[in-house]
């Protein structure tokens, strides 16, 4: 992405519209590895990220909204609107705690553009898991069915 020198808060602005939902240390790290932006502080990337932060929290960037999630605050377009995606009823929604190393091919994989969120990364990523693992989690299946045949059984003699 080419994007001209106007300042920080415009290449961020520009950022969280083609990556929305990442903390202003995520595009403060972006602005700074991509050459994007600079700054002369000692810890250039908490440097853009305090100028972000105050900048939507004095209403300096219209257009621009930021949402607490896991304690900490993500940054979107103001008329941003996740996927609508209809879930089964049988669905499971789980939060789960990453290892570091994890948690950053997760972000790797929304940098490069293969998932618009870190959760559709997720996703596919424990998809890709659960084929792998198919035939194991067939049998296991298959135990647990004979196992709830025997409960049922048992329960039936009292």
Known sequence: MTLPQRGWLEVARRLIHEMPGRTDGEYATIGVK??????NAKDPVQSLATTLSQAVRMGRMR????EKVD?????FPADYQPEAKTQPNDSLRIEVSLRPD??????DLVEIGKFRTPGEAVTYLLEEGVNA???????ISSELEEI???KESAQGLL
Do not use: C, E, P
């Not at 991509?34 to 700054?39: F, I, K, M, P, T």
């Open 148 to 150: 709830r045949r025997r």
């Open 63 to 66: 257009g621009i909204k930021r």
């Open 34 to 39: 991509r050459v994007l932006a600079r700054s």
């Open 133 to 139: 693992k198919q035939s194991a989690l067939d049998r």
């Open 71 to 75: 304690g900490k605050f993500h940054y």
């Open 102 to 107: 994890a948690a950053r091919r997760v972000r």
